[in-house]
């Protein structure tokens, strides 16, 4: 079970849309216009096949309060962050270390996912990890943290996020 976790409107809905489609291509072709999305209300489940079978569980945004009841049976996290939203970065941040500090999820991987980098005003992934202080997040952390930069709506970045999710869930654990 892969977790897809963030705040409200960072993209969860549309990224892992997209990720369904890229993987039933293989990785490749023109993935097309964007398919409509609205707001997560609960939770959906999602399964890519990649090439074995991977379950992305998203919760919406406004769950945050009740995400720990989901960690059970969780080997990765994808964790999306608006990076066109600095005024939400901060709330992300202090989310993700709620996370990494929940000891179900000590042993999942996880991918903090640079979301819209398309957007004009989106922050650099530098300035990013900069304002989040996130290399000092990464050695403290028990899990291993990728990081990757992805627009969701053009494509941009998401083969690499269907490799990380390839490579996390190849071996049964």
């Keep these: 079970m892969c977790l897809l976790l963030g705040a409200t409107g960072v993209g969860k809905s549309l990224l892992v849309k997209r990720l369904q489609k890229l993987s039933s291509q293989d990785g490749k072709g023109d993935l097309g216009d964007p398919p409509p999305t609205r707001p997560t209300v609960g939770t959906d489940l999602t399964d890519l096949m990649a090439p074995r079978k991977i379950t992305i569980r998203e919760l919406g945004g406004c769950m945050g309060p009740i995400w720990p009841?989901?960690?059970?049976?969780?080997?990765?996290?994808?964790?999306?962050?608006?990076?066109?939203?600095?005024?939400?970065?901060?709330?992300?941040?202090?989310?993700?270390?709620?996370?990494?500090?929940?000891?179900?999820?000590?042993?999942?991987?996880?991918?903090?996912?640079?979301?819209?980098?398309?957007?004009?005003?989106?922050?650099?992934?530098?300035?990013?990890?900069s304002l989040i202080r996130l290399p000092d997040i990464i050695a403290c952390a028990k899990q291993n943290i990728t990081v990757a930069e992805v627009s969701a709506r053009t494509g941009t970045g998401l083969t690499g996020v269907l490799r990380w999710l390839q490579d996390t869930h190849r071996t049964s654990r």
């Design 69 to 129: 009841s989901y960690y059970g049976n969780c080997r990765s996290l994808l964790f999306v962050v608006d990076a066109a939203n600095p005024t939400q970065l901060s709330a992300s941040c202090v989310q993700l270390l709620g996370l990494l500090s929940a000891e179900p999820l000590a042993r999942a991987a996880v991918l903090v996912v640079f979301n819209k980098i398309d957007l004009p005003c989106y922050m650099t992934v530098e300035e990013m990890k």
